[in-house]
């Protein structure tokens, strides 16, 4: 058995989240331990990679990446989105870093829609909709994510405050408000693309996404 923050897997509960293995997952990106959660309301099963010793920093300051599960983007190599270089940017500057916590939340595909519906919002766009109006031609909630299972592992863990990877507001708001820290948000741009950057758009300027550098790519419409 591994033992994480003191606790043996398998053991520890912490609010709605039960850990339930925790295994070695040596990676490209450097040595992670690999920590499974169950989430006891949704039924979701919930990973964290822990890289270095977060317990030297007393659980503080610790840099930190809540990453919504994106099929396409993150197995695919989808260039409608950044998820996969946002993923593989954040394990790289965790295991840099030498300690950090990445929390791959799964349920949350499409924004919490499922992924057969995010596919049918994806169809809609390439016929002219943007990402918020997709959603809500299918009569389905714009963004239905829930962060609180993220603060429950990062409580689980022992993790205190965090340096946020992150542009998006939300995300912030809901670690600050389940009892998370959020010592700083720590940007993560991706350089956007002729397929995304209408998508990345509507995000800043419908979704509150802090993206400035969209600010120096011009010919696109919003």
């Known amino acids: 058995m591994t033992e994480i923050d003191g606790v043996l897997a398998g053991e520890s509960q912490s609010a709605g989240v039960e850990r339930v293995v925790s295994s070695p997952l040596p990676t490209v990106y450097g040595d992670f ?30 840099l930190t990446r809540l990453h919504s599960e994106c099929l396409t983007g993150d197995a ?38 499922g ?12 016929e002219g909709l943007d990402t918020v109006e997709a959603n809500l031609a299918l009569g389905l909630p714009v963004d239905a994510r829930d962060y609180g299972v993220g603060a429950d592992i990062l409580h689980d863990l022992g993790v205190r405050s965090v340096r946020l990877m992150s542009n998006n507001p939300r995300k912030r708001e809901a670690l600050v408000r389940n009892g998370i820290r959020v010592d700083a948000q720590v940007p993560l741009l991706i350089p956007p693309c002729d397929d995304n950057i209408t998508y990345l758009r509507t995000k800043r300027e419908r979704l509150d996404h802090d993206l400035p550098h969209l600010d120096a790519v011009v010919g696109h419409r919003v």
């Open 33 to 62: 331990e690999a920590v499974g959660y169950l989430d006891r309301t949704r039924g979701d099963e919930q990973v964290a990679l822990v890289h270095g010793d977060i317990r030297g920093a007393r659980g503080e300051g610790i």
């Open 76 to 113: 695919f190599g989808s260039r409608h989105c950044e998820c996969g270089p946002q993923l593989t940017t954040a394990l790289r500057e965790i295991a840099e870093e030498g300690r950090g916590v990445l929390i791959y939340l799964r349920g949350h595909e499409g924004r919490g829609i």
């Open 115 to 126: 992924l057969l519906a995010k596919l049918q919002a994806m169809k809609l766009q390439s």
